[in-house]
């Protein structure tokens, strides 16, 4: 029963992590975009921030008893090499919409 139960947080957790990673980069394309004409689909960023963040809170909430456990915020403030990660960027475009609710 417990191997079960490891089996689902770990299968949930796959898939909170895929969708804040696909939240994440389309934040970071609609950024990019702004960032090369000039302007923002502010409304756009803003929707994805707010998934992006309410991803993360839901997916924190996951019991972490699984022998890997859940990552953490530290996994995405920075990458393998270690420069800047996700949520450096994500907060880029937070603070360029000023979308300050954290």
């Given at each position: 029963r417990a191997?079960?139960?490891?089996?689902?947080?770990?299968?949930?957790?796959g898939v909170?992590?895929?969708q804040i990673v696909h939240t994440g980069w389309t934040v970071?394309?609609?950024?990019y975009s702004g960032?090369?004409?000039?302007y923002y689909n502010v409304t756009s960023i803003r929707e994805g921030i707010m998934k992006y963040d309410l991803l993360w809170k839901?997916?924190?909430n996951l019991p972490s008893f699984?022998?890997?456990g859940l990552m953490t915020d530290k996994y995405w403030q920075?990458?393998?090499?270690?420069?800047?990660?996700m949520a450096f960027s994500?907060?880029?475009?937070?603070?360029?919409t000023k979308l300050n609710n954290w």
């Open positions: 191997v079960a139960k490891a089996l689902l947080v770990s299968v949930k957790a909170y992590v895929s970071m394309a609609e950024g960032d090369r004409r000039g839901e997916y924190k699984y022998p890997v920075h990458n393998n090499s270690g420069q800047p990660g994500i907060d880029k475009y937070r603070n360029i």
